[in-house]
Nanobody, 125 residues
Framework: QVQLVESGGGLVQAGGSLRLSCAASGRTFSNYAMGWFRQAPGQEREFVAAINWNSGNTYYADSVKGRFTISRDNAKNTMYLQMNSLKPEDTAVYYC??????????????????WGQGTQVTVSS
């Protein structure tokens, strides 16, 4: 049974940084895509970034490109999201997700199979 557990959220001032972690367990993630999504109150779940577990290829939403970096540590079965230059509009619950996908990097929430419980990120102005 796949489990994804996020951590690292919190309150930070605008311009600050946070690093989110997603610990994955329950299987090997070869040929999986892993992604980060976020959801603000009253809004739809929004794609942030994705990474191919094997190759490390990445894909970002335009809104975070140049500020956020997705990465993974295969030995620790953990994915990360380094968030720099945070803005108040980055405030949301952040979720990690996983799907068996080969080399494709999905960017819509309905394409992902497994989800974590989410971690709150709040950026104050």
């Amino acid at each position: 049974q796949v489990q994804l557990v996020e951590s690292g959220g919190g309150l930070v001032q605008a311009g600050g940084s946070l690093r989110l972690s997603c610990a994955a367990s329950g299987r090997t993630f070869s040929n999986y895509a892993m992604g980060w999504f976020r959801q603000a109150p009253g809004q739809e779940r929004e794609f942030v970034a994705a990474i191919n577990w094997n190759s490390g290829n990445t894909y970002y939403a335009d809104s975070v490109k140049g500020r956020f970096t997705i990465s993974r540590d295969n030995a620790k079965n953990t994915m990360y999201l380094q968030m720099n230059s945070l803005k108040p509009e980055d405030t949301a619950v952040y979720y990690c997700a996983a799907v068996f996908s080969g080399g494709y990097l999905p960017s819509t929430f309905h394409e992902y199979t497994y989800w974590g419980q989410g971690t709150q990120v709040t950026v104050s102005s």
